[in-house]
């Protein structure tokens, strides 16, 4: 199907997800998946996001990196970003990984009032004797990922929802053991054919990943067309992208 060619309304897109291991107590988990917001000044496009997304009611928002645009133009950013992020209501909170274009101190200024920035670690989310991990690795560059690290205070049956930054990390989570993995980075391609098919990649998958839904063997990538641009500030038959996510409990169809 054509996308189309320009979209300055949001766009959220609804998926669910049918996971074998996910505990009974959190079918139905709702989550929020931002990214790529390269922010750094306020606009009406993010004033319309701003209002469609704080109408949501989920569980808990994820976002998978490069919330700003520019590592320098950090501090332009940041009221922005308190302004959107303020508005999200999640009762398990708002989760970040940093991306490429991210600096250290948006990741340390973001933090509190239920924000909070993961770096090679996870949080337990705990219904009675069941264990969910966020689990956040450090995506600023392919190097400082550190899946063991991350992994420290897991079990090996915990369900797993790893935020990666890049898409292509996902068969290092699988091999950790990942059920979910939410990615961004791409943007969809951001330039792409009427039929949504990206002229270019921005990571080593075939450029058929550079967004939707990939199930690869037991793992799931959703990857995030994301709601920014870079490089060429324009998308092209490639609209920008929020997702509410839904994970329940089942075996997905083969």
């Known amino acids: 199907m054509a996308q189309p060619l320009v979209s300055s309304q949001p766009l959220i897109d609804r998926i669910s997800l049918l996971c074998p291991r996910l505990p009974q107590s959190?079918?139905?988990?709702?989550?929020?998946?931002?990214?790529?917001l390269h922010l750094t000044n306020w606009s009406p496009r993010m004033e319309r996001w701003r209002l469609m997304l704080g109408g949501l009611r989920v569980d808990a928002v994820m976002i998978t990196g490069d919330l700003?645009?520019?590592s320098w133009l950090w501090r332009r950013g940041l009221p922005g970003l308190r302004r959107l992020l303020?508005?999200?209501?999640?009762?398990l909170g708002v989760f970040f990984i940093l991306g490429n274009h991210d600096a250290l101190e948006t990741g340390r200024a973001l933090q509190g009032n239920g924000i909070r920035g993961l770096s090679n670690e996870a949080v337990l989310v705990r219904h009675g004797t069941d264990r969910l991990a966020i689990i956040g690795l450090a995506q600023r560059r392919r190097i400082d990922a550190d899946i063991p690290a991350a992994l420290a205070h897991v079990r090996p049956t915990d369900f797993k929802l790893m935020l990666l930054h890049y898409p292509d990390m996902v068969y290092a989570a699988l091999a950790a053991g990942a059920d979910v993995c939410l990615a961004g980075h791409t943007h969809g391609g951001q330039i792409c054919l009427p039929d949504g098919r990206p002229l270019m990649g921005h990571d080593s998958l075939p450029a058929d990943f550079c967004t939707g839904v990939h199930r690869i063997k037991s793992t799931w990538l959703v990857v995030n067309r994301g709601m920014g641009k870079a490089g060429v500030r324009l998308r092209l038959f490639c609209p920008a992208q929020a997702i509410v996510l839904t994970l329940r409990r089942g075996i997905p169809p083969s």
């Open 68 to 70: 700003g645009h520019r």
């Open 86 to 91: 303020g508005e999200l209501r999640a009762p």
């Open 26 to 36: 959190f079918d139905g988990l709702r989550i929020l998946h931002l990214s790529d």
